[in-house]
Structures are given as structure tokens and as C-alpha cells.
């Protein structure tokens, strides 16, 4: 069975960090460009972070560049996002994305929940 599964959401303090997970099973991401989204209440969802398997380049949207950070682990078919020094307006559902890069199937997780308040 085909699927991402989101972890390590959460309830963080302003300046705080988190490291969320997308694990992928049935497929490998090495093969995937893929990506974190998010979507804040009453918001359209938008990308924080990619990165392309083709060419190996990374994206980060403006709002978070110097403080987020995407890795992946090859080995345990997974991507994180290294979130730090957070902010109330980083609150949000994260969603993790991966693509084929061979045949454009898409998969998305459920979203995992980051709540940043005081």
C-alpha cells in the first residue's frame, strides 16, 4: 500500500523548533521530488519546501528561508523538515508531498497539525 505518513507535529512556543517526518511506504522516494506544504485556517495550501530529484535543487519559500530545512534519509524512505525559530504565523497543517518523477504519481500525507503560540 501506497503511503506518507506526517509525524512529530505539535504544540511549540514562539522560537521554539521542530523536526517533522514523512515516512513513505510502498514506493521510494528516491525516485520522488518531493515537498512540504502547509495549510493555516482560512488559507489556501502552499509550498514551504521542495526539493527536485531531477536536478537536485532546493526551494524555500520566503517566509521561512534560514530557519527551515529539508532532508531525507534514503535509507529510511524518509523526508523531514527542520523547523526552527518558530513563529504564531507558522502555525498550520503540514502536509508532505512526493512525486514520481518518472510517471507524475502524486501521493499526499494526512498532515500533521504545528501549533505555535505562547
Known amino acids: 500500500q501506497v503511503q506518507l505518513v506526517e509525524s512529530g507535529g505539535g504544540l511549540v512556543q514562539p522560537g521554539g523548533s521542530l523536526r517533522l517526518s514523512c515516512a513513505a511506504s510502498g514506493f521510494s522516494l528516491d525516485n520522488s521530488h518531493i515537498g512540504w506544504f502547509r495549510q493555516a485556517p482560512g488559507k489556501e495550501r502552499e509550498a514551504v519546501s521542495c526539493f527536485s530529484r531531477s536536478d537536485g535543487s532546493t526551494y524555500y519559500a520566503d517566509s521561512v528561508k534560514g530557519r527551515f530545512t529539508i532532508s531525507r534519509d534514503n535509507a529510511k524512505n524518509t523526508v523531514y523538515l527542520q523547523m526552527n525559530s518558530l513563529k504564531p504565523e507558522d502555525t498550520a497543517v503540514y502536509y508532505c508531498?512526493?512525486?514520481?518523477?518518472?510517471?507524475?504519481?502524486?501521493?499526499w500525507g494526512k498532515g500533521t497539525l504545528v501549533t505555535v503560540s505562547s
Open positions: 508531498n512526493a512525486q514520481n518523477r518518472f510517471n507524475g504519481d502524486n501521493y
